[in-house]
């Protein structure tokens, strides 16, 4: 069920009209949790069963945990959480992936192994949900936590629809809490919780399918290297709609759930006005990057056991956070790049960092633009189908393709990218200090419903491709 379907729409009134009625907080939170398992099993009915699994295992693992008092005495439940919820991540997820590279090893020593074709349907969502309950169970095991008396709380936590196939990525710390006391948009909440759901859909349907993806598309479609201006402006292209796309969504899951009076994580933060690498991942998936530092890159020691050693962690949690991504030495390669652009910037934020272009705005927009177009590039690799083809566009962006280079794009395209990207750029740049909110609430009325009824409009003339969120694959 997609947010931006009628589908969707339909569902959604029903839940508010349910959630508004005179009943109990439990019966409300059960509506909530039938509600959930209907949201997903509109893609797959039998994949509410691996959620079912993923639940009934970490919340009888954390409540085992909590007889014991030593990490010793916790991890083999520690260990049988992970091994469930990364077994079924790493088998639906992976298991295609693995198989291929092990045969072309074998294939490599001369062993001629074809393994049968990997049909498995990806569940939707499961890199999300899979590291949502993750974090309890370990958050238990570290005794950071207790575990949750309620059942049909925890349950509640795993499946909340808003945001359970893409994101935010919510902690049990955050989620949890409000499950104790009956919630209730007010009218400030619903009204703005309403207004986020059609900023988000403005993003998605409007820029992210109705303006970029038509030339991202036609740019990564080329098999041969484009003309550097054909390949920037599909990368530009690209960088957006995988921005609107994907910042669009977790505006709608924020939205829906204010409108039930539930607070969830930002999960981006205007990433392009970011000053470095670094502070981009701070502004870019922010749930994602959050959940990879306290669980990945702390406990390997992070930055506290010299240079040499910070450098190797933060590689292995860039490379990780790229196969999160996906199955694909894309992916991979794509991450291996952004650790080696974090680890590039923090020797050179050491070096240069009181000097004009890191102290004076001036300076800092030309950061920020450099920072974009490192972004770009990984984009780039993100974007295309293949090892040989991120090669090959990489190629076309450093204007090294030569006579084998192709032009696909209109004039018209390139110029269209290029704006689109501006635009976004300086809006995140002046935005950087604050958030939409505030700047929504210092507007006059009339203002913010001229904005409003503007993108309502635009939302209408160009709905009815229902094209699926990019991260939905993840």
């Known amino acids: 069920m997609l947010f931006n379907s009628v589908t969707f729409l339909i569902f959604f009134t029903v839940v508010l009209a349910l959630h508004s009625l005179p009943f109990s907080w439990r019966v409300k939170k059960l509506n909530l949790l039938v509600a959930s398992y209907l949201f997903y099993a509109a893609w797959n009915p039998p994949f509410v069963l691996l959620i079912w699994l993923s639940t009934l295992v970490d919340w009888f693992s954390a409540a085992r945990m ?38 072309q090893v074998l294939h490599s020593f001369g ?24 974090s309890y169970t370990i958050d238990v095991y570290r005794g950071k936590s207790q575990p949750c008396r309620s059942f049909l709380d925890f349950a509640l936590f795993v499946t909340f629809f808003p945001q359970l196939v893409a994101g935010p990525i919510v902690r049990a710390s955050e989620f949890l809490p409000q499950c104790e006391t009956p919630r209730r948009a ?25 303006l970029m993806a038509p030339i991202s598309d036609t740019g990564f479609a080329a098999g041969a290297p484009l003309q550097f201006l054909d390949a920037w402006g599909a990368s530009l292209a690209f960088s957006v709609q995988v921005f609107c796309d994907f910042a669009g969504y977790s505006t709608c899951a ?22 470095g690498s670094a502070e981009f991942w701070q502004r870019w998936h922010m749930t994602l990057s959050r959940w990879l530092q306290d669980y990945l890159f702390v406990p390997l020691g992070g930055y506290r056991r010299g240079s040499r050693r910070a450098f190797v962690n933060l590689m292995i949690t860039m490379l990780l956070c790229g196969l999160w991504h996906g199955a694909s030495w894309n992916f991979v390669l794509f991450g291996g790049m952004h650790g080696l652009f974090i680890a590039l910037d923090r020797v050179v934020q050491r070096k240069f960092g009181k000097t004009f272009l890191w102290r004076h705005a001036g300076g800092q927009y030309v950061l920020c633009a450099a920072t974009c177009g490192l972004f770009c590039t990984t984009a ?33 395209q390139d110029v269209t990218a290029f704006a689109v990207f ?15 909110e505030h700047v929504a609430d210092r507007l006059p009325w009339w203002v913010r419903g001229g904005v409003l009824g503007l993108c309502l409009t635009a939302i209408v003339l160009l709905a009815g491709s229902d094209r699926a969120f990019i991260y939905f694959q993840f």
Request: charged share 15%; proline share 4%; hydrophobic share 50%.
């Open 186 to 210: 007010t009218a400030k909440q619903l009204s703005w919780g309403l207004t986020l759901l059609c900023f988000g859909l403005f993003e998605k349907i409007v820029i992210a399918d109705g």
């Open 380 to 412: 780039a690799v993100f974007r295309s189908a293949g090892l040989r083809h991120a090669l090959g566009f990489l190629t076309g962006m450093a204007a090294a393709g030569g006579k084998a280079s192709q032009n696909v794009l209109s004039w018209r």
């Open 422 to 436: 501006l635009i976004l750029f300086n809006y995140h740049w002046l935005m950087r200090h604050t958030t939409l």
């Open 254 to 275: 924020i939205g829906a759930a204010m409108c039930l009076g539930f607070t969830i994580p930002d999960n981006f933060r205007y990433p392009f006005a970011s000053v």
């Open 111 to 134: 062993v001629p192994y074809e393994p049968a074709e990997w049909s498995i349907v990806l569940p939707v969502g499961i890199s999300f949900y899979t590291f949502q309950t993750l």
């Open 66 to 103: 909590s007889r014991f008092t030593t990490k010793r005495q916790r991890r083999p439940l520690l260990w049988l959480s992970l091994a469930c919820n990364l077994g079924l991540l790493g088998y639906f997820k992976y298991g295609g992936f693995v198989l291929e590279n092990m045969a």
